[in-house]
Nanobody
Framework: QVQLVELGGGLVQPGGSLTLSCAAPGGLFRVSAMAWYRRAPGKQRELVADITSGGSTNYADSVKGRFTISRDNVKNMVYLQMKSLSPEDTAVYYC????????WGQGTQVTVSS
């Protein structure tokens, strides 16, 4: 069973910043694309950003210019730096390993509120 471990969620004020991290098994991580998804209350899960094994990135329109996805192929970690957060970013954020079989993290809550 592949385990993805997410860290970094929490409560942040509007306009604030937060960085999420996700650790994945090394062998799979280095050859796999990684992604962050989120599910807001009452909404379907949506793609936030993804990054290929080679480092090419893609972002949802709603987060372009505010969020940055990155990966460290030595530490087997993927990160999501989030800036200028708004209440609309409140959601459970999930790390996803996009391989022949996809694997999900357990999710981490991000709440943007004053």
């Amino acid at each position: 069973q592949v385990q993805l471990v997410e860290l970094g969620g929490g409560l942040v004020q509007p306009g604030g910043s937060l960085t999420l991290s996700c650790a994945a098994p090394g062998g799979l991580f280095r050859v796999s694309a990684m992604a962050w998804y989120r599910r807001a209350p009452g909404k379907q899960r949506e793609l936030v950003a993804d990054i290929t094994s080679g480092g090419s990135t893609n972002y949802a329109d709603s987060v372009k210019g505010r969020f940055t996805i990155s990966r460290d192929n030595v530490k087997n970690m993927v990160y999501l730096q989030m800036k200028s957060l708004s209440p609309e970013d409140t959601a459970v954020y999930y790390c996803y390993l996009r391989g022949a079989t996809g694997y999900w993290g357990q999710g981490t809550q991000v709440t943007v509120s004053s």
